[in-house]
């Protein structure tokens, strides 16, 4: 652990109330735990939406739909006048945005709370809200600095992300990623994205995926986006997200 201190894995896992747990060597399975679940089992993976949501970008900007140095305006002219209203998409990519947001998940007044009433996740309480989730982030306020300094973890941006990326592509979050990750991967079952009331997807955070999916995922990323001889990911763009991040803005 953290300590430095060996223990043992299913003390650990019982003590972190993991429902499940995968580890794979060479890409093989050397070691699976359902604890809460079964294998065909889809758990939501939160915060790991982003990455998935991030990879499915590079196959667009490969594509040429996609122009990272292009403004969020370009697809998303809602945002004008927003944080997003003067930043690019490589902002957004990199957490770099200037935007005025806290991501404090127990403040039940905060920006997080009426985050998550906009999104249909909460229901209204302290705080209300029905905007739904494009309104609610195209309508953050920007920053006293200016963008891509310093590294800011906020969890719209990724909402913002696939918003992004529906615009560009014309089509949905779960048509694309069925199509360019899902489908040519062979996942063992289907995933599932939740929704607000006006159909948005949560990029950030709502994607839900069996344990075994995930780690064919992290294996595909392991490869530098080939899965079993097929490229999935562009190698650039793998490569883009482990070499191009920019130590000073953290």
Not at 37 to 53: C, G, N
Not at 81 to 99: E, F, K, N, P, Q
Not at 124 to 131: A, F, N, R, S, Y
Request: hydrophobic share 40%; glycine share 12%.
């Amino acid at each position: 652990d953290w300590q430095g201190t060996r223990r043992r894995a299913s003390d650990v896992l019982a003590e972190t109330h993991t429902d499940g747990f995968m580890v794979l060597k060479h890409g093989a399975v050397a070691a699976a735990r359902y604890i809460h679940q079964q294998p065909e089992d889809r758990h939501i993976v939160f915060s790991v939406s982003k990455s998935i949501t991030a990879a499915l970008a590079g196959v667009l900007v490969e594509q040429g739909l996609l122009d990272p140095d292009a403004p969020v305006t370009a697809w998303v002219p809602e945002a004008k006048g927003s944080a997003y209203g003067d930043c690019t998409l490589r902002h957004v990519l990199d957490m770099t945005v200037s935007i005025r947001f806290t991501e404090d998940y127990l403040d039940p007044l905060g920006d997080v709370a009426r985050y998550r009433v906009a999104m249909g996740w909460n229901p209204p309480g302290p705080v209300t809200g029905d905007e739904g989730l494009h309104r609610f982030i195209a309508g953050l306020p920007k920053g006293d600095h200016p963008h891509g300094h310093p590294f800011h973890y906020v969890s719209p941006n990724s909402d913002m992300l696939g918003w992004i990326i529906e615009r560009a592509a014309g089509e949905t979050i779960a048509a694309l990623l069925a199509r360019h990750i899902w489908q040519p991967m062979g996942m063992a079952q289907d995933g599932c994205i939740t929704v607000d009331r006006f159909g948005a997807p949560r990029t950030a955070g709502g994607i839900c995926m069996s344990l075994g999916d995930l780690a064919r995922f992290g294996e595909m990323m392991r490869g530098m986006g080939l899965y079993r001889g097929r490229r999935i990911i562009p190698e650039t763009w793998v490569s883009d997200i482990l070499r191009n991040g920019d130590p000073k803005a953290w």
